[in-house]
């Protein structure tokens, strides 16, 4: 499938982006990045691009590092879970056998 060009309006900035998918998704996320950028420009009281999209972006990367951590511990519980399991499975066959 083509990549789809698509337009966009961040933080008074028109972007257009190649889209691999759904227009509709790149539409929702940079949605998303000027609303933060806004919130973070009315907080900060400043209307300098670049520092507000430093700060969006070190918003997005604790984001990011947090959601790496919370997939960490449910993987690290789902291989407990699965070795429970497997471990069950054994001994129901031995009772079985």
Known sequence: MPKQPVRVHIFNQTYTLLADGDPAEVEAVARQIDELMANIANRAGTGDST??????????????????TQLRLLEDKSARIAGILEQALDNAQLENA
């Open 51 to 68: 520092r507000v999209a430093v700060l969006a972006c070190l918003h997005l990367a604790d984001q990011l590092r947090a959601s790496q």
